[in-house]
Protein backbone atom coordinates (compact mmCIF):
# COMPACT_ATOMS: atom_id res chain seq x y z
CA UNK A 1 0.00 0.00 0.00
CA UNK A 2 1.21 3.56 -1.09
CA UNK A 3 1.24 6.33 1.38
CA UNK A 4 0.90 9.62 -0.90
CA UNK A 5 0.97 12.31 1.79
CA UNK A 6 4.54 10.29 2.83
CA UNK A 7 5.69 10.78 -1.08
CA UNK A 8 4.68 14.63 -1.39
CA UNK A 9 6.77 15.63 1.72
CA UNK A 10 9.58 14.35 0.33
CA UNK A 11 9.21 16.98 -2.19
CA UNK A 12 7.18 19.75 -0.51
CA UNK A 13 7.10 21.77 2.49
CA UNK A 14 3.92 21.12 4.51
CA UNK A 15 4.20 24.84 5.95
CA UNK A 16 3.78 26.09 2.35
CA UNK A 17 0.72 27.63 0.74
CA UNK A 18 1.40 25.36 -2.22
CA UNK A 19 1.37 22.27 -0.25
CA UNK A 20 -1.91 23.75 1.45
CA UNK A 21 -3.33 23.78 -2.01
CA UNK A 22 -2.16 21.32 -3.84
CA UNK A 23 -3.29 18.61 -1.14
CA UNK A 24 -7.12 20.43 -1.39
CA UNK A 25 -7.34 20.04 -4.97
CA UNK A 26 -6.07 16.73 -4.91
CA UNK A 27 -8.17 15.73 -1.95
CA UNK A 28 -11.48 16.85 -3.80
CA UNK A 29 -10.10 15.35 -6.83
CA UNK A 30 -10.06 11.69 -5.02
CA UNK A 31 -13.21 12.50 -3.61
CA UNK A 32 -15.12 13.20 -7.08
CA UNK A 33 -12.81 9.59 -8.63
CA UNK A 34 -14.10 7.61 -5.77
CA UNK A 35 -17.86 8.93 -6.38
CA UNK A 36 -17.55 8.58 -10.26
CA UNK A 37 -16.08 4.86 -9.68
CA UNK A 38 -18.67 3.56 -7.34
CA UNK A 39 -21.04 4.59 -9.97
CA UNK A 40 -19.30 1.76 -12.57
CA UNK A 41 -18.68 -0.52 -10.38
CA UNK A 42 -19.92 -3.12 -13.31
CA UNK A 43 -16.19 -2.35 -14.82
CA UNK A 44 -14.38 -2.95 -11.96
CA UNK A 45 -12.16 0.02 -10.91
CA UNK A 46 -9.62 -0.51 -8.22
CA UNK A 47 -10.61 1.82 -5.71
CA UNK A 48 -7.33 1.76 -3.72
CA UNK A 49 -5.32 2.33 -6.96
CA UNK A 50 -7.61 5.40 -7.77
CA UNK A 51 -7.54 7.04 -4.52
CA UNK A 52 -3.61 6.86 -4.37
CA UNK A 53 -2.93 7.79 -8.23
CA UNK A 54 -6.01 10.45 -7.46
CA UNK A 55 -3.69 12.26 -4.92
CA UNK A 56 -0.40 11.73 -6.43
CA UNK A 57 -1.79 13.17 -9.92
CA UNK A 58 -0.15 16.38 -9.65
CA UNK A 59 3.06 15.68 -7.68
CA UNK A 60 5.05 17.36 -10.68
CA UNK A 61 3.76 21.32 -10.60
CA UNK A 62 6.64 22.17 -8.27
CA UNK A 63 9.11 21.90 -11.04
CA UNK A 64 6.83 24.01 -13.19
CA UNK A 65 7.09 28.00 -13.61
CA UNK A 66 3.53 28.53 -12.91
CA UNK A 67 3.97 31.68 -10.31
CA UNK A 68 -0.54 31.96 -9.71
CA UNK A 69 -0.26 28.09 -8.41
CA UNK A 70 2.43 29.29 -6.17
CA UNK A 71 5.24 27.28 -8.52
CA UNK A 72 8.56 28.75 -9.64
CA UNK A 73 10.43 25.74 -11.28
CA UNK A 74 12.23 25.67 -14.45
CA UNK A 75 9.12 23.53 -17.00
CA UNK A 76 6.10 24.52 -18.42
CA UNK A 77 3.13 23.82 -16.62
CA UNK A 78 1.93 21.55 -19.92
CA UNK A 79 4.97 19.60 -18.46
CA UNK A 80 3.72 18.75 -15.01
CA UNK A 81 2.83 15.36 -15.95
CA UNK A 82 5.16 13.81 -17.42
CA UNK A 83 6.77 15.45 -14.76
CA UNK A 84 5.12 13.52 -11.99
CA UNK A 85 5.57 10.30 -14.16
CA UNK A 86 9.42 10.39 -13.50
CA UNK A 87 9.13 11.45 -10.13
CA UNK A 88 6.58 8.64 -9.13
CA UNK A 89 8.64 6.03 -11.33
CA UNK A 90 11.82 6.72 -9.05
CA UNK A 91 9.44 5.40 -6.18
CA UNK A 92 8.67 1.90 -8.59
CA UNK A 93 4.88 3.40 -9.08
CA UNK A 94 5.07 2.85 -12.60
CA UNK A 95 1.22 2.71 -12.71
CA UNK A 96 0.78 5.89 -10.57
CA UNK A 97 3.10 8.25 -12.82
CA UNK A 98 1.28 7.05 -16.13
CA UNK A 99 -2.03 8.54 -14.50
CA UNK A 100 0.18 11.66 -13.76
CA UNK A 101 1.16 11.80 -17.71
CA UNK A 102 -2.06 11.12 -18.83
CA UNK A 103 -4.54 13.47 -16.72
CA UNK A 104 -3.66 16.14 -18.81
CA UNK A 105 -7.02 17.52 -20.45
CA UNK A 106 -8.83 14.46 -21.65
CA UNK A 107 -5.71 12.52 -23.03
CA UNK A 108 -2.37 14.37 -25.87
CA UNK A 109 -2.09 12.27 -28.90
CA UNK A 110 1.39 12.11 -30.13
CA UNK A 111 -0.32 13.65 -33.44
CA UNK A 112 -1.22 16.86 -30.87
CA UNK A 113 1.94 16.68 -29.45
CA UNK A 114 4.11 17.25 -33.00
CA UNK A 115 1.29 19.39 -35.06
CA UNK A 116 1.68 22.06 -31.85
CA UNK A 117 5.35 21.11 -31.19
CA UNK A 118 4.40 21.11 -27.21
CA UNK A 119 7.17 20.97 -24.77
CA UNK A 120 6.60 17.16 -24.29
CA UNK A 121 7.79 13.62 -25.81
CA UNK A 122 5.90 12.73 -28.99
CA UNK A 123 3.94 9.96 -27.64
CA UNK A 124 0.23 9.16 -27.15
CA UNK A 125 -0.66 10.57 -23.52
CA UNK A 126 -4.13 9.42 -23.51
CA UNK A 127 -6.05 7.68 -20.44
CA UNK A 128 -5.94 3.91 -21.64
CA UNK A 129 -7.55 2.18 -17.99
CA UNK A 130 -10.75 3.16 -16.57
CA UNK A 131 -8.83 4.05 -13.10
CA UNK A 132 -6.71 6.86 -15.47
CA UNK A 133 -9.91 7.75 -17.10
CA UNK A 134 -11.52 8.26 -14.10
CA UNK A 135 -8.96 10.53 -12.56
CA UNK A 136 -8.75 12.94 -15.67
CA UNK A 137 -12.51 13.21 -15.43
CA UNK A 138 -12.39 14.14 -12.29
CA UNK A 139 -9.36 16.53 -12.28
CA UNK A 140 -11.61 18.71 -14.57
CA UNK A 141 -13.89 19.90 -12.15
CA UNK A 142 -11.51 21.75 -9.52
CA UNK A 143 -9.08 24.29 -10.61
CA UNK A 144 -5.81 25.08 -8.40
CA UNK A 145 -5.09 28.61 -7.32
CA UNK A 146 -3.05 30.06 -3.92
CA UNK A 147 -5.68 32.45 -3.03
CA UNK A 148 -8.72 30.21 -3.80
CA UNK A 149 -7.63 26.56 -3.04
CA UNK A 150 -10.54 24.94 -4.90
CA UNK A 151 -12.86 25.90 -7.25
CA UNK A 152 -15.50 23.52 -8.56
CA UNK A 153 -16.75 24.11 -12.61
CA UNK A 154 -19.83 23.32 -14.35
CA UNK A 155 -19.73 20.81 -17.10
CA UNK A 156 -20.39 23.80 -19.73
CA UNK A 157 -17.17 25.68 -18.25
CA UNK A 158 -14.82 22.37 -18.64
CA UNK A 159 -16.43 21.84 -22.32
CA UNK A 160 -15.94 25.15 -23.25
CA UNK A 161 -12.01 24.94 -22.06
CA UNK A 162 -11.54 21.62 -23.82
CA UNK A 163 -12.72 23.37 -26.65
CA UNK A 164 -10.71 25.30 -27.05
CA UNK A 165 -8.25 22.26 -28.04
CA UNK A 166 -10.63 20.96 -30.37
CA UNK A 167 -14.47 20.03 -30.78
CA UNK A 168 -13.35 16.06 -30.33
CA UNK A 169 -12.10 17.17 -26.79
CA UNK A 170 -15.64 18.20 -25.82
CA UNK A 171 -17.30 15.02 -26.95
CA UNK A 172 -15.19 13.07 -25.04
CA UNK A 173 -15.83 15.18 -21.53
CA UNK A 174 -19.18 14.47 -22.71
CA UNK A 175 -18.79 10.97 -23.03
CA UNK A 176 -17.09 10.54 -19.60
CA UNK A 177 -19.87 13.01 -17.98
CA UNK A 178 -22.33 10.50 -19.21
CA UNK A 179 -20.21 7.31 -18.15
CA UNK A 180 -19.32 8.29 -14.61
CA UNK A 181 -22.80 10.88 -13.66
CA UNK A 182 -25.30 8.10 -15.20
CA UNK A 183 -23.25 4.99 -15.09
CA UNK A 184 -23.50 3.93 -18.19
CA UNK A 185 -21.00 2.63 -21.40
CA UNK A 186 -17.91 1.38 -21.32
CA UNK A 187 -14.32 3.46 -21.36
Same mark, same amino acid.
Given at each position: ??????????????????????????????????????????????????????????????????????????????????????????? #? *??? %? @??????????????? $??? =?????????????????????????????????????????????? #? *??? %? @??????????????? $??? =????
Amino acid at each position: MVNPQEILLEYYDPDTDLFQMLMAHNERVAEKSLEAARRVGHLNPDLGFIEEAALLHDIGIFMTDAPELCCHGQHPYLCHGILGRSILEKH #G *LHR %H @GLVCERHIGVGITAQ $EIE =KNRLPLPVRDMRPTTVEEEIIAYADKFFSKDCTDLVHAHSVEWIVK #G *LEK %H @GPDKGQIFHSWVERY $ENG =KGCP
